[in-house]
Structures are given as C-alpha cells and as structure tokens.
T-cell receptor, first 113, second 114 residues
Framework: GDSVTQMEGPVTLSEEAFLTINCTYTATGYPSLFWYVQYPGEGLQLLLKATKADDKGSNKGFEATYRKETTSFHLEKGSVQVSDSAVYFCALSENTGFQKLVFGTGTRLLVSP | KAGVTQTPRYLIKTRGQQVTLSCSPISGHRSVSWYQQTPGQGLQFLFEYFSETQRNKGNFPGRFSGRQFSNSRSEMNVSTLELGDSALYLC?????????????FGPGTRLLVL
C-alpha cells in the first residue's frame, strides 16, 4: 500500500539556519503531496502542496518540489525562525477523489534563538 | 469563512463507556474525514463521509463508527472504550471540487480513557 517516510527528529537548529526535512513516498498511482504543520496543542495546518511531478509548493518561506524520479518531496526553508518550531508531517493522497491522507511519522523541529 | 470546528475539545471517559465526537466542516464542504493521532501509531485514517454516505474506511475495529447529516456535519462514535483509544481525534473537511482537493483540519478532540 501507499506509504510516506520522513526523517527522524528532532531536528535542532539555530535561528536563521537552513532547514531540510526529507520525505519520500511509495504510491501505486500519481498522488498529490502535502506538508502539514502542527503546533503544540493544535490540529494540522496545511503548509504547502503539489499535485503533479515537478510542481513546487511554497508558503511562508517554505518550499518543496514534487520529484517523481526520486519519489521525494523534501521540505526546505532558507532561514528558520523560533516561531517555526513545530511538528511537520509529509502526506500523500491518491487522486481518486477519495479523501484519504497517508501521513509520515512527523518530524519535530526545534529552533533556538 | 469559519474553519472546521470540533466539540468537545477534551474528554475523559472510563473503559467500557462510549463516546460521541462532533465535527462541523467549513461552510460548503461536503466531505468529512476522521483521523486518529497517537504517539505510537501516528496519524491514521478512520473514515470519510460524503453526502451522508461512508465512502472509505480505514483499518479500525467496528467499535469505531460515524455518520454524516444532511448539513454535512459529522459525528464519530466509539463504543466499549479501551485504554488504547486515548488519542487526539482530528476531523478534516474538503470541498471535493477536484480530485486534488486539500483537506482542512479542525483543532481536534483529545480523548483520555481511564
């Protein structure tokens, strides 16, 4: 079945450092790919998405490119802030019309001043 | 536009009891999905409802059930609660205007089973 693999956390960075969180996927079809962020005590917020190969999703300085050849959707940000500290989830959804997300295990990001 | 709302936000129950959680989707969204989040199993899909019909179901026992009303509001029910049902239950809604639609999540209901 479909699956998403994320790098283990926590990822600990200093403010203004460069961030990469790796995400690879396995899917039978051509899924849409998502990054969601979860702040303490809250639900999930959509950070960005890409629906086809070579698409780049971006939001709030975060970027991720849908790489079909490597089945990857790595999250990057050029300069992190303390407020970016959260748990980040990579997810996929097969484009069948059924609304079922398959999530990775999540990567906790800790940014210190 | 108001986001997805879930009630209650917190619940404490004892083993063997049952519980009902409620979700109100974003206005105009007709698809509602439910997920369970636990430290051990992560985020897992429970089921999806569209037009009052369950379209898809995850790998959970029959104690987990749900329904959707004509106004798209949804409820999920867990009967005969077990300690392992302690989790954050998240509801998400989608407009389903296309197959690539985004799901928008509510704040969740945190259930503790004692």
């Amino acid at each position: 079945g479909d699956s998403v693999t994320q790098m283990e956390g926590p990822v600990t960075l200093s403010e203004e450092a460069f961030l990469t969180i790796n995400c690879t996927y396995t899917a039978t079809g051509y899924p849409s790919l998502f990054w969601y962020v979860q702040y303490p005590g809250e639900g999930l917020q959509l950070l960005l998405k890409a629906t086809k190969a070579d698409d780049k999703g971006s939001n709030k300085g975060f970027e991720a490119t849908y790489r079909k050849e490597t089945t990857s959707f790595h999250l990057e940000k050029g300069s992190v802030q303390v407020s970016d500290s959260a748990v980040y989830f990579c997810a996929l959804s097969e484009n069948t019309g059924f609304q079922k997300l398959v999530f990775g295990t999540g990567t906790r990001l800790l940014v210190s001043p | 536009k108001a986001g997805v709302t879930q009630t209650p936000r917190y619940l404490i129950k004892t083993r063997g009891q049952q519980v009902t959680l409620s979700c109100s989707p974003i206005s105009g969204h007709r698809s509602v999905s439910w997920y369970q989040q636990t430290p051990g199993q992560g985020l897992q899909f429970l089921f999806e409802y569209f037009s009052e019909t369950q379209r898809n179901k995850g790998n959970f026992p029959g104690r987990f059930s749900g329904r959707q009303f004509s106004n798209s509001r949804s409820e999920m029910n867990v009967s005969t609660l077990e300690l392992g049902d302690s989790a954050l239950y998240l509801c998400a809604s989608s407009s389903l205007r296309s197959a690539q639609e985004t799901q928008y999540f509510g704040p969740g209901t945190r259930l503790l089973v004692l």
